[in-house]
């Protein structure tokens, strides 16, 4: 069960196109009319409007500018697919009635535009256990006087609650512990990463011991006229077939255990 | 019975055709088939990381990696190694590479190229999983500061003992990738689409209009471990579905979208 957030970065906008048509013609046959909601937090509790109903075939575009005056400042905007209204409101995420494929998932497009440029990726956000970790090498950093680098966590749990945790910044050469930052449980944090004093040969560790997220890295000019967004693969990406859930568990213990605070 | 019509109504899409192929070799190296772009315009960079010293903190001998680059027809045209820097960042300048064969001139704009890593640790064939590169990939547009990124998200070759194979599937029936982006006006649009399979694919590129224009319609033919590029610029006061029909499992293209001041370059 995914939703699709509506990104935000500074100085830009974030946009998301929800489309109801699936991603192959073989994995499921849906040609149903969807609702869209608005899910957010709001006095710890998860609340849902209807922003009305998506046909068959048909795209949306909904821009933060339109849907940020609908919700409680700061709080994160989840825009969802579902074949049955949601519950206006509840104590856990509102389960979606929404078809399932995996070849590839079902997708939206997650963007961030400015007034010259715009970027997106074909994306969703799944619910992230209220327990988890994160671990990501991030060679994407760009250098130049004009350039400036963001890491956005993405994260939602079910429970509605702002939980704070600790994201670490290392080098991984040095495994030498630049910066620490706090990060919130159900919100997109934004970590500038020009302030750590990387090289164009470091390769950047952002790590957190307790919570998950997804590492979405963003760079753009001053000017806001040039942009690129991507995220970084789980470590378990890094190796196919078998026991790759293994594979990620060796990884994370390993660099937890040799990255010291 | 319904329940049974639907099994094999599915049976249809789903048996014996994999998304990839599991090699039978533990010593096997898996990459996705990334492209690459070389021109007055484009471009191309990669960002080599020494994954096998990500699972092993000793210290062992320097890895490397081979780097197979193919036209667009799918030919081999260079194979080059290089020696990898554990725990940092190695940005490949992979259009300085390719112009060392004068690529333009003899093997065209377009391609794609893999990388296998040379050493597995001990972990991955105790987990029976195989070393992959999924990593990634930047393009450079004209005079832009901005590079753009785009990961992999492919097995699609292996490579054993020398020996290169792809490993992405293929089925019996031909079916459709809906790409779920608009495609809005006022941009061009080219998608990138690489044929991982072991076969000769048929491949059409469907433009559907959502908001006015004309159905667009494109079919090529792409070779094994080859690249095509399917291409539409869309009337400021249009906008567009991209539809892709094969006998690959998944015909996920990379799309580059060029405004005349910027570009983004993204997956399907």
Known sequence: ?261 | MKKIVQRIYKARWTYRQSLTKKPKNVSTKISDLFVWRSSSKWETFFELVDIASLFENKTMPRNYVDIVFFNSNGETILQRKIELIKNRRQVINISNLLSKVGHIEKYGEVGAFAIFHSNIPKIIPKLSSFIAERGYVSYKYKDNLLCSYVHGNLDAISMCENNINTVGGRGFLTRKYNLQYELKGGSVYELGIVNSSNKNMLVECEFTPINGGPIVTKLESINSKGVKVFSIGVDPKHSYRAIMSSKLIMTRPLVFRINEDYFDVFHG
């Not at chain 1, 109801?20 to 849906?30: D, K, L, S, T, Y």
């Not at chain 1, 949306?60 to 709080?75: H, M, R, S, V």
């Not at chain 1, 206006?88 to 998932?105: E, G, M, R």
Request: charged content about 15%.
């Open chain 1, 1 to 261: 069960m995914s939703f699709f957030p509506i990104l935000k970065a500074p100085n830009v906008s974030g946009y998301t196109t929800l489309c109801n048509f699936p991603p192959n013609n073989w994995e499921i046959n849906h040609t149903k009319s969807q609702f869209i909601s608005l899910t957010y937090m709001e006095d710890n509790m998860w609340h849902s409007d209807q922003l009305g109903i998506l046909n068959s075939n048909d795209l949306k575009t909904f821009y933060a500018t339109e849907i940020e005056p609908l919700i409680p400042d700061g709080e994160l905007p989840l825009l969802s697919l579902s074949e049955e209204p949601l519950l206006k409101t509840s104590k856990q995420l509102p389960a979606l009635k929404f078809p399932v494929t995996t070849t590839p998932w079902w997708r939206a497009t997650l963007g961030l535009s400015s007034q010259f440029s715009a970027t997106s990726y074909q994306g969703e956000l799944p619910i992230f256990p209220s327990q988890g970790s994160l671990l990501s090498f991030a060679p994407f950093l760009q250098f130049g006087q004009t350039i400036e680098n963001f890491v956005l966590l993405v994260n939602i749990t079910n429970d509605p609650v702002h939980n704070a945790s600790e994201v670490e910044i290392y080098n991984a050469n040095n495994k030498i512990l630049l910066g620490s930052r706090e990060i919130f449980s159900n919100k997109i944090n934004i970590i500038q990463l020009d302030d750590f004093g990387f090289n164009e040969n470091d390769l950047p560790v952002i790590s957190c011991r307790n919570m998950s997220a997804l590492p979405l890295y963003f760079s753009k000019t001053k000017d806001e006229s040039s942009m690129s967004i991507e995220h970084t693969h789980a470590p378990m990406s890094m190796v196919t077939h078998g026991d790759r859930f293994g594979a990620q568990k060796h990884i994370k213990d390993l660099w937890f255990s040799d990255l010291k605070k």
